[in-house]
């Protein structure tokens, strides 16, 4: 079951998911494929111990996670705004005014504290403050008051954009 | 839209087309990873180590001068002693990355043997740097001169001269190798420093 062939399915399956949260952290072309490379590396090494008791996303989720937020990145943030509107190319079937919004949480949530992104985004893909506690580290509770300000801190962001 | 699908979108998004393709053969590692460079350093230090245990003992059965031996042994014995926990160091160091591991737990993971190592190269200019300086000055003399140790360290220039030795350059080296770690790890230990304090606070 563990071959490369199954391996490199499930990663072509959740490529969008690995690149969402990469352009969450990495600011430069060369980061994200370096950070890209560094997943996909840890994710095939850790392979054999994947039993399939949690979905695939799952597992994936924290190897990106653990991944992305021990690694070594230029912190460039004058780069930031270019670097999105480069690597965030969006081929959506919706119209221009929702990908502009789509963009603007995007760049909401790359304004975050780094922990702040990671949490936002798993609160976002679905997963409860039971499951968050679980992949961070965290207590439940204190996921719950995290998520309630980083949401706050999303919107205040979102309403500065529009105006 | 609310947030929750516009966060969807971006999962739906089309992916650089460069990254289809995959091969597992030519997958590589990225050289972003800190504690597979810190086990890179530890290597290096491991044969250093190595290295000037063989020199020093080659040394101290070249020139058997009492006084450069004591200072030389000293040196090897906190080389020996930096060896066997870089050596152990490097043995526990586990640079793959878990699904296991919770997020907050592999920070502090990487945190701490990032710490770990740069204490013992603190303690490698604290605690070699003199004897080794001691040791090589009055080598260097005796060997220089052709005059007898003791001559040396019964004149008080030299005896100055030593000291000078010892005040400019035991604190160059601490400070040229914090600056030297600061430069390769400082910016990103208070990333990770960061992380973990915004992660346990509420």
């Known amino acids: 079951m563990h071959n490369e062939t199954y391996f490199l399915e499930l990663i072509a399956q959740h490529q969008g998911l690995i690149y969402k949260l990469i352009r969450m952290y990495a600011y430069t072309e060369e980061d994200i494929k370096d950070s890209y490379q560094e997943i996909l590396f840890q994710a095939w090494k850790g392979f054999p111990a994947f039993k399939g008791e949690a979905k695939f996303s799952t597992w994936l989720y924290r190897i990106c996670l653990n991944t992305l937020l021990t690694q070594n990145r230029k912190q460039n943030v004058l780069k930031q705004s270019v670097a999105l509107e480069s690597s965030l190319e969006l081929h959506s079937h919706h119209n221009e005014t929702d990908n502009e919004h789509v963009k603007q949480l995007y760049f909401a949530i790359r304004q975050l504290k780094e922990t702040d992104r990671a949490i936002i985004s798993l609160h976002l893909d679905g997963y409860n403050h039971q499951e968050i506690a679980e992949i961070v580290g965290i207590s439940a509770n204190n996921v719950g008051v995290k998520i309630y300000r980083i949401k706050d801190q999303i919107g205040i962001l979102l309403k500065s954009y529009d105006k | ?202």
């Open chain 2, 1 to 202: 839209m609310n947030l929750e699908t516009l966060w969807q979108e971006l999962s739906k998004q089309e992916v650089n087309t460069a990254s289809n393709g995959l091969d597992i053969p030519k997958m590589s590692h990225s050289s972003n990873n800190m504690l597979r460079l810190l086990k890179r350093n530890l290597l290096i230090n491991l044969l250093f180590g190595v290295g000037i245990l063989l020199v020093y003992a080659v040394v101290l059965i070249q020139y058997p001068i009492p006084i450069v031996q004591v200072c030389f042994l000293v040196v090897m014995g906190f080389s020996f002693w930096l060896t066997t926990s870089s050596y152990q160091q490097y043995k526990n160091i586990q640079v793959d990355v878990s699904p296991d591991h919770q997020l907050l737990g592999n920070l502090e993971r990487v945190y701490n043997e990032c710490t770990t190592w740069i204490k013992i190269q603190e303690r490698i200019s604290l605690f070699i740097y003199p004897w080794s300086i001691i040791g090589g000055f009055l080598l260097g003399a005796v060997e220089g001169s052709g005059k007898d140790v003791s001559y040396f360290l019964a004149k008080t220039s030299i005896q100055m001269l030593l000291a000078v030795c010892l005040l400019v350059l035991v604190p160059t080296c601490y400070y040229v190798a914090k600056w030297l770690l600061h430069i390769s790890f400082g910016q990103y230990l208070r990333r990770l420093e960061e992380n973990i304090e915004t992660l346990k606070g509420t």
